[in-house]
């Protein structure tokens, strides 16, 4: 299995990163993507990385870091592309829920995603109430978008596959009152899905209301078997390859 999305610097999951990577691995969970939210995550992610091979970095800056953002970043996050195994850009995007000005978030956004386009990286999304600002953006850059955590309605998701997109969803399919999202999940093609923990939030049932962890993201890939009606391993398989597809470094 493929955690694709685990913030491992979280306060929550860092002291005890060890006992958590070793229970991911016991779980059966091969790899760890684990994104930053501002530079000194980044570091963070980098050198987690370093220390345990199946935790792959990205780089980004969310948009509720904007506020602490200095153009001298984009050269720092591009001095990390080019000198260490970056495999994304993220986690970025827009949410309007933060105080920030939304002008310097989609400044700061399409800096980014300028990034990501000039070394070929999938960008990874982070959109909350801000589907039509992103996808009008989207559409003037050449990178594959990942939705991640995806909470959409079905119109945006189908708008977002056309343009290539893919979809991540998280423990948020498990949660009683989520019937909508699990009929988008129904139509969604296995070969553009992710799935994520996006630990330490989210907590997937029957963990729920606990911190989360990427042994937990087995029960994100057991709802979606029962909502597909299809063998859990058939959907280890299919992450596999979109993801071996998309990065290349597997």
């Known amino acids: 299995m493929i955690d ?3 913030h491992l610097d979280d306060e929550k999951i860092l002291p005890f ?5 070793k229970r991911a691995k016991d779980e059966g969970v091969g790899l760890i993507i684990s994104p930053s939210v501002n530079l000194d995550s980044a570091l963070k992610i980098i050198e987690i990385s370093k220390k345990f ?3 792959l970095p990205m780089i980004g800056i969310h948009p509720s870091e904007i506020d602490n953002f200095r153009n001298e970043d984009l050269y720092q996050l591009e001095d990390f592309i080019k000198k260490e195994k970056i495999i994304g850009i993220g986690e970025i995007g827009l949410d309007y ?9 989609k400044e700061i956004f399409e800096k980014q ?9 999938p960008v990874v999304l ?9 996808f009008e953006i989207l559409k003037n850059f050449k990178v594959v978008p990942i939705w991640h955590s995806c909470t959409g309605d079905l119109e945006e998701v189908e708008k977002f596959l056309e343009i290539g997109g893919f979809i991540s969803f998280s423990g948020i399919i498990t949660f009683k009152n989520a019937n909508r999202l699990r009929e988008i999940v129904k139509i ?44 859990i ?12 597809n998309l990065f290349y470094v597997v």
């Open 126 to 134: 982070h959109i909350r109430g801000t589907f039509k600002d992103i």
């Open 188 to 231: 969604v093609p296995l070969e553009r899905i992710f799935l994520e923990t996006d630990s330490p939030y989210l907590t997937p049932e029957p963990y729920r209301g606990k911190i989360n962890e990427p042994a937990y993201v087995k029960f994100i890939y057991q709802q979606v078997a029962e909502i597909k009606n299809i063998e």
């Open 17 to 21: 990163l060890d006992e958590i990577i």
């Open 4 to 6: 694709f999305h685990a």
């Open 53 to 55: 091979e199946n935790v």
């Open 113 to 121: 995603l300028q990034l990501a386009e000039k070394y070929k990286l």
């Open 97 to 105: 829920t933060y105080k920030t000005d939304k002008n310097k978030q």
């Open 233 to 244: 391993e058939k959907i280890e398989d299919f992450i596999e390859n979109n993801f071996k």
